[in-house]
């Protein structure tokens, strides 16, 4: 659905898109990670045509950005990461005025503004006007006006930032129901853990460049150099982890408070014997599991050393 390849921008010296290659199908939710000033808005914009490339080539849908733009225009639902409202508008006449430019016309306009309004949560507001809207509203909106013309593909920059933790939630929920619809979406964000969950495939990109674009099962595991374990025994915790410590699987362990955290040697993936080993020793195990790493920790660590 979207497939780039070397696509780059340069201004001046500073090269801020470095010859990124992507290849998203339908249903895909790619979570765009990177630190400010990485390259993911100018990656984005030229996706959506609107910033022409220096270089490489990009498809959406097999379509050129270079022969199709206006097809591409109509296939993308490109959200900024500021973007005005108008203030003397309900937020029902926000959305006709762009159904509008967007050329759907007659009683079909009403419908698909209140029909995405629905979707994104917002009817109650329908009355109310646009400049008294909370934030996370706005942003709502916002996306709303992007999903008017209802597009196969979504690029939305930062949808989530400057929101607080429940309208994130809200955000996060609405990106699984643009996947379940079989929807295109790029996201983009620098907080990093908020993404996990709601996204097949993470790209991490730093100064231009992608550093890592898979799937977010691979990222975690790429990341993870050796398993831990978290045990919990109701006694003795000392001697457990004493004990634990003799099996020739393990790399280290060590307390955390009454928490064991048990490190197995590289490569150790089967950790059955752990549970084995405490039971027939007479302990009670009461909390026994991995560690999970979020999206955070793998960041920092799938791109330690790889850029200056
Ligand atoms: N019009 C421009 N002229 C010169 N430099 C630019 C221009 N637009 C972007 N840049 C530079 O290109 C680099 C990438 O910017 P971009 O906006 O793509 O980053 P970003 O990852 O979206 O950052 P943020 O998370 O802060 O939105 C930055 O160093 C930025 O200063």
Redesign the pocket.
Known sequence: MIETRQLTKR?GN?I?ANEITLNLKEGDVFGFI?P???????TMRMIATLLPPDYGECYVNGKSIYTNPAEIRRMVGYMP?LFGVYDDMTVLEYLEFFAATYRINGPQRRKVCEEKLELVDMAFKRDAMVSQLSRGQTQRIGLARTLLHDPQVLLLD?PASGLDPRARIEIRELLKRLGEMKKTVIV?S?ILPELSDVCTRVGMIEKGIMLVDADVTEVMKMSRESLIVHVHVKERPEAAAALIQQHGDVENVSMQGPRIDVTLRKSVEDYSFLPKALIDAGFALTGFHEEEINLETAFMRLTKGKQQ
């Not at 400010?36 to 100018?42: E, I």
């Open positions: 201004y500073l801020a990177g400010n000033g990485s390259g993911k808005t100018t990461d930062e983009s620098h």
